[in-house]
């Protein structure tokens, strides 16, 4: 089925650090990828989507300076954190939305697959 | 605009009980409806999903059916299992492709 590679899983950091997590899909193609946070039982909150080539799109009311995001390749999205504070602290996952249909491989085309997510704790 | 409304957990069952998890939502044009799952410390995963109405998706041994005289997507199964102890969560998919979630429902089954 369609795996979402999301690293590291689990990242410590002091206040003021910057942080990058991964998010690959490894068996498809994906223009499009969704970066969400979670708070402790909460539900997810979209914060950005990411498009192959181009500028993400934020939500309202997320920095885009403090969130970078870069969608490289069709595989391949990247948050980072930039100058992280305690606040900042959270659970984030991405997702990523396949391109074409691969049915023997139980890819269906525009269903998003999620990275099993990044716990960052700021210090 | 478009969203989702869930059933307020948590959910405690003893094994073998019926779950039914409430969702409904609110939407404007035709969305696709999901459920998916997350169990302790990992990413969500697709349960079942539903693309147009009197839909029923099922996996697993859940079963929801897309309900547009309602404007609901209730999660149901018969038999629950210990290991279907997680959190359940409720989205609708735009047709601009992005997803509105629950806020989730956390089930517990006891042995």
């Known amino acids: 089925g369609a795996v979402v590679s999301q690293h590291p899983s689990r990242v410590i950091c002091k206040s003021g650090t910057s942080v990058k997590i991964e998010c690959r899909s490894l068996d498809f193609q994906a223009t499009t990828m969704f970066w969400y946070r979670q708070f402790p039982k909460q539900s997810l909150m979209l914060m950005a989507t990411?498009?192959?080539?181009?500028?993400?799109?934020?939500e309202q009311g997320v920095e885009k300076d403090k969130f970078l995001i870069n969608h490289a390749s069709l595989t391949l999205s990247t948050l980072t954190v930039t100058s992280a504070h305690p606040e900042d602290s959270s659970f984030y996952i991405c997702?990523?939305?396949?391109?074409?249909?691969?049915?023997?491989?139980?890819?269906?085309?525009?269903?998003?697959?999620f990275g099993a997510g990044t716990r960052l704790s700021v210090l | 605009g478009d969203s989702v409304t869930q059933m307020e957990g948590p959910v405690t069952l003893s094994e073998e009980a019926f779950l039914t998890i409430n969702c409904t939502y609110t939407a404007t044009g035709y969305p696709s409806l999901f459920w998916y799952v997350q169990y302790p410390g990992e990413g969500l995963q697709l349960l079942l999903k539903a693309t147009k109405a009197d839909d029923k998706g099922s996996n697993k041994g859940f079963e929801a059916t897309y309900r547009k005289e309602t404007t609901s997507f209730h999660l149901e199964k018969g038999s629950v299992q210990v290991s279907d102890s997680a959190v359940y969560f409720c989205?609708?998919?735009?047709?601009?492709?992005?997803?509105?979630f629950g806020r989730g429902t956390q089930l517990t089954v006891w042995p």
């Open positions: 989205a609708l998919g735009s047709t601009l492709g992005r997803l509105y």
């Open positions: 997702s990523a939305r396949a391109v074409t249909e691969w049915t023997s491989g139980g890819v269906a085309k525009n269903i998003q697959y």
């Open positions: 990411s498009n192959e080539g181009s500028k993400a799109t934020y």
